[in-house]
């Protein structure tokens, strides 16, 4: 439960709601076919608010379900707190400048990030966004989003340098980001842009919240072969478990199932046992700055 409203974002609420009204129906022993048809709903709209999917969550639609699940008024009353600050406030990405560059899936992965507490991301083909410079930002996205006006470029470098407040807010997110070789090799925008993205990282790894490790060559296989993904961890581990978000080309996804979870939270265990640790890998990191 959040302990301070008034200072909480609204995704963090949109979390915490849709988690506490999932456990008040399962305690209530009722499944979500039974609550959308006593309510007229549809499926979509329960499965949206139990995970925060929804921009802003009206308080009649939480009172209605509160009553249902036989909530207590005191728990009813905090609930409907949370559902007020959607209505009253809105996350950065948000704002009429940025959602039109921005993709549903990816609106999910920036609610996710503004809230947990800890980030483990492992990257394949690219610096983890959060480490990235803007010059290795827009040079991806210029590739990437081909026929984007050069407005709307401008405005997915501001969200992605944006992000990256979340590592120097207080307390500040950590990031646990392990990176496959290859991606210190790869040409992106040129050795000059490449050289700075590398030092970047770097310096970046100085801070106390940064772990950075490199899964080199040599290594083989390895568990991150299936492809990228990110684990986010909140403080309350007990009412917001761990979520993984992964993407492609056509947008990215969100998985709460708890196989998932597991699958994925061994892998990245896995890999950090397996690659060097962060001052080898920070040397690897050098070592391919001289040769770009």
Same mark, same amino acid.
Request: aromatic share 6%; net charge neutral.
């Given at each position: *439960?959040? &302990?301070?409203?008034?200072?909480? &974002? ?25 609550? @959308? ?19 802003? =969550?009206?308080?009649?639609?939480? *009172? ?10 005191? @728990?009813? $009353? %905090? ?8 209505? &009253? ?11 039109? =560059? ?5 609106? /999910? ?11 483990? !991301? ?10 990235? @410079? ?11 989003? +081909? ?11 501001? %969200?992605? *340098? ?31 842009? #490449?050289?700075? +993205? ?6 970046? /790894? ?7 490790? %490199? ?9 991150? *072969? ?6 986010? +961890?909140?403080?309350?581990? %007990? ?7 992964? $993407? !492609? ?9 708890? /196989? ?13 046992? #397996? ?13 391919? #700055?001289?040769?770009?």
């Amino acid at each position: *439960m959040i &302990t301070d409203i008034e200072s909480a &974002t609204p995704a963090l609420c949109r979390l915490q709601l849709g988690s506490e009204l999932r456990e008040l129906r399962l305690k209530a022993g009722l499944t979500s076919r039974q609550v @959308t048809r006593k309510l007229l709903w549809s499926p979509s709209k329960l499965t949206r608010l139990e995970t925060g999917e929804n921009a802003s =969550v009206e308080t009649a639609d939480v *009172m209605a379900l509160c009553q249902i699940y036989a909530a207590d008024p005191e @728990t009813t $009353e %905090v609930l409907k707190g949370y559902a007020a600050v959607t209505k &009253t406030r809105r996350d950065w990405w948000q704002s009429p400048q940025y959602r039109p =560059v921005i993709s549903p899936g990816f609106k /999910a992965h920036l609610g996710l990030e503004a809230t947990a507490s800890a980030v483990q !991301n492992y990257e394949a083909e690219y610096v983890p966004g959060l480490l990235q @410079t803007e010059d290795y930002v827009r040079v991806i996205h210029q590739r990437a989003h +081909q026929g984007l006006s050069a407005e709307d470029i401008d405005r997915l470098v501001e %969200v992605r *340098m944006t992000r990256q407040e979340v590592l120097r807010r207080t307390p500040p997110l950590k990031l646990m980001a392990i990176i496959n070789e290859s991606v210190l090799h790869r040409q992106i925008g040129g050795p000059k842009i #490449m050289r700075a +993205q590398l030092a970047h990282i770097v310096e970046a /790894a100085a801070a106390p919240n940064v772990r950075v490790q %490199v899964v080199p060559f040599k290594l083989g296989r390895h568990p991150g *072969m299936n492809g990228a993904f990110t684990i986010f +961890q909140f403080r309350d581990r %007990v009412a917001l478990k761990p979520i993984i978000y992964f $993407e !492609n080309l056509a947008d990215g996804w969100v998985s709460r199932r708890e /196989a998932d979870v597991e699958r994925h939270e061994e892998a990245f265990t896995d890999l950090q046992a #397996m690659a060097p640790g962060p001052q080898e890998s920070l040397s690897l990191i050098k070592d391919a #700055m001289k040769e770009h």
